[in-house]
């Protein structure tokens, strides 16, 4: 079964708006990574999570490593219509990359 | 930047047809990688291989068989496609080996296929 939970599952914003997801998971993860996936293309990494309490950012993108280690969550700030996609989390399980259902973001101009 | 190239952006098979999907990537990565992403499923890995003439099953590896004769190169094929395999096929690949192995998936920009 899903080992990853992701919320939520669709946001609507606007343009501007700051935009807040997480993800949690039933297990102590000692890796967080964050993807996007543009439509119809391949996901690309975002920001990668190696130290429970770690806070990465990468431009508009924020990303923390939960202190308990089953959770992360990802902070879009200022979005633009280009922020528009699926974002996914993904952890190591079972020395395999788990992933998360997606959220799905839109941006309205 | 790492670069993942998989051989078809779209493809259309009949029921019964074998295909294949192939994957290149250039960045000598020892490990490489198989998914399929379904609406509301995320992405669910089917094969994967740590080396050359190396693979492991996936999650879901039934009806599907991969190939790995050179390291850049990983091949799905479906012996006998069916109308449930219909799906976004993803390819990736990421770099070292056993307990160095990093988790840093770099994928490829998928074949959407469709079995009539």
Not at chain 2, 43 to 49: E, G, N, T, V
């Amino acid at each position: 079964g899903q080992q990853l939970n992701q919320s939520p599952q669709s946001m609507f914003i606007q343009e501007g708006e700051d935009v807040s997801m997480n993800c949690t998971s039933s297990s102590i993860f000692n890796t967080w990574l964050w993807y996007k996936q543009d439509p119809g293309e391949g996901p690309v990494l975002l920001i990668a999570l190696y130290k429970a309490g770690e806070l990465t950012s990468n431009g508009r993108l924020t990303a923390q490593f939960g202190i308990t280690r089953k959770d992360s969550f990802l902070n879009i700030s200022a979005s633009i219509p280009s922020d528009v996609g699926i974002y996914f989390c993904a952890g190591p399980l079972r020395g395999k990359l788990t992933f998360g259902q997606g959220t799905i973001l839109t941006v309205h101009p | 930047d790492v670069k993942v190239t998989q051989s078809s952006r779209y493809l259309v098979k009949r029921t019964g047809e074998k295909v294949f999907l192939e994957c290149v990537q250039d960045m000598d990565h020892e490990n490489m990688f198989w998914y399929r992403q379904d609406p509301g499923l995320g992405l669910r890995l089917i094969y994967f291989s740590y080396d050359v003439k190396m693979k492991e099953k996936g999650d879901i590896p039934e009806g599907y068989s991969v190939s790995r004769e050179k390291k850049e190169r990983f091949s799905l094929i479906l012996e006998s496609a069916s109308t449930n395999q219909t799906s976004m096929y993803l390819c990736a690949s990421s770099s070292g080996v056993g307990q160095g192995a990093s988790y840093e998936q770099y994928f490829g920009p998928g074949t959407r296929l469709t079995v009539t």
